[in-house]
């Protein structure tokens, strides 16, 4: 950070330094943001989570220009009776910590209720009482599925932007049935985002919600066998960059016919930024953070990062690059999905001014480079060796 100079909010007032007290700091997006924090402000973070292998960089006794300004406390929110103490030596908290991987809503239905709203309550009543602000990262999941994908599939209207574009202030939230297990994710984070508002609007609390749409990049998830469980299944992009990895079809959930919009980690997190530097303006909204201008079927993705990936790494792609698979046989018994996510971003645009800069080609050509160079030795060795005894 360049020393010296006073960094200004949008309202060109002074930024004061800060002490973030982040909640699942270790993780895919929490590890950006540290960086993000450490690099370009004066701010403290104080390091919340169970593992910190994705933030281990920033912890080396050695980066001394930072050390002062992070520190790792090992927690499980769950059940820690330190977590009161740090909410209280922090201006803002940021909680991230959630199970948010779609292979798990069906299985484990009540870790993912527990862990997105029963272990999420202390951090909003902490917050609450102790007159702290709050950034609460929810999910574009809470929108579930759109109005227009209840109408017959020729109707005119589901082409119209009113019935699928998804807004904050205007979009229901609707979900399946309550058989299709994969909506506990969605309900939780719904009942914890009607929480938070209710807590400002009948105790003040200062808060902001944030609703990702699909952010993509370096450090996401996890290669299955190499740097998590080889029986685990992470979200759509590492699980097709572990196909890629090991020369394997990209599996195709229902035929890869749903619509997503994807965003580049270092986009979205300027939008977090913005959030927690001009709390006038971000405090009391929800926020979409994701680029409508990315959005591909689940198909179209498979065969892009297909071409990327050849291009990064100089392999020529298999022979039949993807193969579909029905959701139950993927998933398992009561799975559901949302048809599109496009992210209106009127709010965020009007407010913090901000609008995501990447494609879709230069996102995934930054990620699988990286994939690429993390992971092909260690896929290479996993695959050529016999089983050990």
């Excluded at 990327?308 to 018994?333: L, N, R």
């Excluded at 048809?339 to 699988?368: A, F, H, V, Y």
């Amino acid at each position: 950070m360049a020393n010296g100079a006073v960094r200004l909010d949008l309202d060109g007032k002074p930024i004061k330094p800060m002490t973030i007290c982040m909640i699942g700091a270790g993780g895919f997006i929490g590890s950006h943001l540290c960086e993000k924090l450490l690099n370009e402000t004066p701010h403290k973070v104080l390091a919340l989570d169970v593992y910190n292998d994705k933030i281990k960089h920033l912890l080396e006794p050695d980066t001394s220009e930072w050390a002062e300004r992070i520190q790792f406390h090992r927690i499980n929110i769950k059940h820690d009776s330190r977590l009161e103490g740090l909410v209280k030596m922090a201006d803002l908290t940021i909680n991230l910590a959630a199970i948010c991987t779609p292979a798990d809503y069906n299985t484990r239905p009540l870790d993912t209720i527990y862990s997105n709203f029963i272990d999420a309550l202390p951090v909003v009543k902490y917050c609450s009482e102790n007159n702290k602000r709050l950034i609460h990262f929810s999910t574009c999941e809470v929108y579930g599925k759109t109005i227009g994908s209840f109408l017959p599939k020729d109707h005119p209207l589901r082409q119209d932007p009113e019935f699928y574009v998804l807004k904050e202030d205007a979009s229901p939230c609707i979900f399946g049935s309550i058989e299709k297990q994969r909506w506990s994710y969605a309900c939780a984070k719904q009942l914890i985002e009607r929480l938070v508002y209710a807590e400002g609007a009948e105790n003040g609390l200062e808060f902001t919600i944030v609703r990702p749409f699909n952010w993509i990049g370096p450090r996401m998830d996890f290669i299955p066998g190499i740097d998590g469980p080889s029986e685990g299944v992470p979200r759509v992009l590492a699980c097709f960059s572990n196909n890629l990895l090991r020369r394997e079809p990209l599996k195709l959930v229902d035929g890869g016919e749903s619509q997503r919009t994807f965003i580049y980690i270092k986009d979205a997190i300027e939008a977090v930024l913005l959030m927690i530097e001009n709390p006038e303006r971000a405090n009391g909204h929800i926020f979409n953070v994701g680029n409508p201008n990315n959005e591909v079927t689940v198909r179209q993705l498979a065969e892009m990062m297909t071409k990327v990936y050849s291009k990064v790494s100089g392999e020529t792609a298999i022979e039949s690059p993807t193969i579909d698979v029905s959701s139950k046989e993927f998933y398992g018994e009561g799975y559901d999905d949302s048809d599109k996510r496009i992210p209106d971003m009127t709010i965020i645009n009007r407010q913090l001014g901000w609008n995501p800069k990447t494609s879709l080609w230069d996102l995934l050509e930054s990620t699988l480079t990286y994939q690429h160079r993390t992971y092909a030795e260690a896929v290479k060795k996993a695959t050529s060796k016999p089983v050990a005894s």
